[in-house]
């Protein structure tokens, strides 16, 4: 039987949490390094399965690959690799001058963001041929708009045989027009770009603050981006790149779902590793439903120049508030779970609107065993708030949705079960060590 979480509710989260760098941003980090040859570390990185699933993927297109510290994984799970000497949240990848093409599915199959890996082989071998993955079951997730952007720069793209494969003899830049801003895609076409001969322009880019970071590694190799993190990236190639040192960006989704946590358990939590205005529409939200969110030294919590930590405090029952979720700067996707846990104990009715992936309400099953009034239909749900939720065995289907059964769990009488928590251990580093240390109950047993 896999590892389960014994959550016990009734705890007032009270303390200071630190949050490392993003899952969304470290693994295409690792894999824009494969565009320069040489030793790439990048620095920051959360000690979570991924990071160690990606090394294997980049391992197997020929490179050397060393994660530091203790990766909180049992070694049972621990992919293969020499125990390094490297501190722990620091990752160093050695890129040979000539790399395999080709990631199998032995490698990438166990990690959907292994398909990050597609554009910087574009751009670096002009082929590749990268096995679908699995990941999160979230939704259909297609790569339509990853292909269309690299043929528009010049590759022939097709699916074949399980893999998404792509050859070129030349990259030429092209103004590409995206139909929705996807993160994926802006990424890898963004990071096949760096090294096409000529202009590229992406409209309606993707303006994730991962994909700024990535932008900003990227300059840092002596790629010529501007215009990361808004809706329009001008990349002008550029004939090679150089390896670099870089610290990933906070991880937004962790940091926010310390703020729910503290939300809904009515305690004080202090967030430190993240700037607040990454997270401004959450924050927003959570004041919305009664909460006081401040940011360091009284600065506005939408304020860039804010430091990098805030403080979410609850006293009293929350108040039920709407919210949809879109690209960023809007809600999103990645805390719908646990707006909705929140809004499932909240006074009062809310509304949810899901706009990005189609399946995300997977996990309302699960909250309504756990005695949530819900009512969805499609892409909308109505939520009618309880006094407090019912304990109950509940099974994560996602990352975000196995965090959001926690906070649940920690929102009900009596003692919840989350199951598949291996699901949540890929996106959260320690979580049951740092719930405890603010002072929840909960065991880890399996
Ligand atoms: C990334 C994040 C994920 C987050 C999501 C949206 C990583 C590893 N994952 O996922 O946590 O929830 O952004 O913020 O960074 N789509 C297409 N065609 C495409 C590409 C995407 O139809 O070619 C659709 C998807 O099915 C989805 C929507 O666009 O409905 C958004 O996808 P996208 O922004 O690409 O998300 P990911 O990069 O997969």
Same mark, same amino acid.
């Given at each position: 039987?896999?590892? =389960?979480?014994?959550? $016990?509710?009734?705890?007032?989260?009270? #303390?200071?949490?630190?949050?490392a760098g993003a899952k969304n941003s470290v693994l295409k980090l690792m894999a824009a390094a494969l565009l320069a040859e040489g030793t790439t570390t990048i620095t920051n990185c959360p000690e979570i399965l991924d990071?160690? +699933?990606?090394?294997?993927?980049?391992?197997?297109?020929?490179?050397?690959? *060393?994660?530091?510290?203790? +990766?909180?994984?049992?070694?049972? &799970?621990?992919? @293969?690799?020499?125990?390094?000497?490297l501190p722990a949240g620091t990752v160093r990848i050695s890129v040979p001058t000539r790399l395999s093409s080709s990631a199998d599915f032995a490698a990438v199959g166990k990690l959907r963001a292994s398909v990050c890996v597609l554009g910087p082989l574009m751009g670096r071998c002009r082929s590749a041929r990268v096995a679908l993955p699995g990941g999160d079951a979230i939704g259909s997730r297609p790569l339509d708009m990853h292909q269309a952007g690299l043929r528009a720069l010049g590759a022939d793209m097709s699916i074949e045989h399980g893999a998404v494969v792509g050859? @070129?003899?030349?990259?030429? #830049?092209? %103004?590409?027009? +995206?139909?929705?801003?996807?993160? #994926?895609?802006?990424?890898?076409?963004?990071? @096949?770009?760096? +090294? /096409?001969?000529?202009?590229?322009?992406?409209?309606? /880019?993707? =303006? *994730?603050?991962?994909? /700024?970071?990535?932008?900003?590694m990227l300059v840092q190799m002596g790629a010529r981006v501007e215009g990361g993190g808004t809706s329009t990236l001008t990349i002008d190639g550029v004939p090679e790149l150089h390896p670099t040192e870089h610290r990933t960006v906070g991880d937004r989704m962790v940091a926010g779902t310390w703020a729910y946590a503290a939300a809904i358990t009515r305690g004080t939590v202090t967030v430190r590793g993240v700037q607040p205005h990454l997270l401004s529409s959450p924050l927003e939200r959570l004041a919305g439903a009664g909460a006081s969110v401040t940011a360091e030294g009284g600065a506005d919590i939408r304020d860039g120049a804010a430091g990098e930590s805030f403080t979410v405090e609850m006293t009293g029952r929350p108040r039920g508030v709407d919210f949809i979720t879109l690209p960023y700067p809007g809600f999103p996707t990645d805390l719908q779970p646990m707006a909705? $846990?929140?809004?499932?104990?909240?006074?009062?009715?809310?509304?949810v609107t899901e706009n990005v992936f189609e399946a995300r309400f =997977?996990?309302?099953?699960?909250?309504? =065993?756990? #005695?949530?009034?819900?009512?969805? &239909?499609? %892409?909308?749900?109505?939520?009618?708030?309880?006094?407090?939720?019912?304990?109950?065995?509940?099974? @994560?289907?996602?990352?975000? $949705?196995?965090?959001?059964?926690?906070?649940? !769990?920690?929102?009900? &009488?009596?003692?919840?079960?989350?199951?598949?928590?291996?699901?949540?251990?890929?996106?959260?580093?320690?979580?049951? *060590?740092?719930?405890?240390?603010? !002072? $929840?109950?909960?065991?880890?047993?399996?």
């Open positions: 039987m896999s590892e =389960r979480f014994l959550v $016990a509710g009734g705890a007032r989260l009270d #303390g200071e949490v630190h949050v990071v160690p +699933l990606m090394a294997e993927v980049l391992r197997g297109l020929g490179c050397e690959v *060393e994660v530091g510290g203790d +990766l909180g994984v049992p070694p049972g &799970d621990r992919p @293969a690799g020499a125990p390094s000497e050859s @070129a003899q030349t990259l030429t #830049g092209a %103004h590409i027009v +995206l139909e929705f801003p996807s993160v #994926g895609a802006t990424e890898n076409i963004m990071m @096949a770009a760096v +090294l /096409a001969n000529g202009r590229t322009v992406i409209d309606n /880019a993707a =303006r *994730e603050p991962e994909i /700024a970071d990535l932008a900003d909705f $846990a929140l809004a499932a104990v909240a006074e009062g009715s809310s509304f =997977r996990f309302v099953e699960e909250l309504i =065993r756990m #005695g949530a009034d819900v009512r969805t &239909d499609g %892409h909308f749900a109505a939520i009618q708030g309880r006094e407090q939720l019912s304990s109950a065995p509940v099974w @994560a289907s996602d990352i975000r $949705a196995g965090a959001g059964l926690v906070l649940a !769990g920690l929102a009900a &009488d009596g003692q919840t079960e989350v199951n598949e928590v291996w699901h949540i251990d890929r996106g959260y580093p320690h979580f049951v *060590e740092d719930l405890v240390a603010l !002072g $929840a109950k909960v065991e880890r047993v399996g």
